[in-house]
């Protein structure tokens, strides 16, 4: 088991840089996949951005995809998102997750921090 628990949000301007952390409790991090997911008020929770287990493999949202950057730090049990050129589009609460599989879906991670609020002024 792990618990997870989000840094790092904030108030940006459009175009302006956050970077998110997740910190990991227990000693079995390294063997999960992680993800950030996000979600709007009122829709459903989006897949942003993941990572496998040894970092080796990463993939992207659409709608993220080269100005946001998953990684993790096995050796300090974290997982982090830079997110660049950020819009108004990505104002939402941003979410950790961890799994047994190297998935987009939501169902499909087991464990979730509670959420770090991102929000981003035009």
């Known amino acids: 088991q792990v618990q997870l628990a989000e840094s790092g949000g904030g108030l940006v301007q459009a175009g302006g840089s956050l970077r998110l952390s997740c910190a990991a409790s227990?000693?079995?991090?390294?063997?999960?996949?992680m993800a950030w997911f996000r979600q709007v008020p009122g829709k459903e929770r989006e897949f942003v951005a993941r990572?496998?287990?040894?970092?080796?493999?990463?993939n992207y949202a659409d709608s993220v995809k080269g100005r946001f950057t998953i990684s993790r730090d096995n050796a300090k049990n974290t997982l982090y998102l830079q997110m660049n050129s950020l819009q108004p589009e990505d104002t939402a609460l941003y979410y950790c997750?961890?799994?047994?599989?190297?998935?987009?879906?939501?169902?499909?991670?087991?464990?979730w921090g509670q959420g770090t609020q991102v929000t981003v002024a035009s």
């Open positions: 997750a961890a799994g047994s599989s190297y998935n987009t879906l939501d169902r499909n991670y087991d464990y």
């Open positions: 990572i496998s287990r040894g970092a080796f493999s990463t």
């Open positions: 227990g000693r079995t991090f390294s063997t999960y996949a």
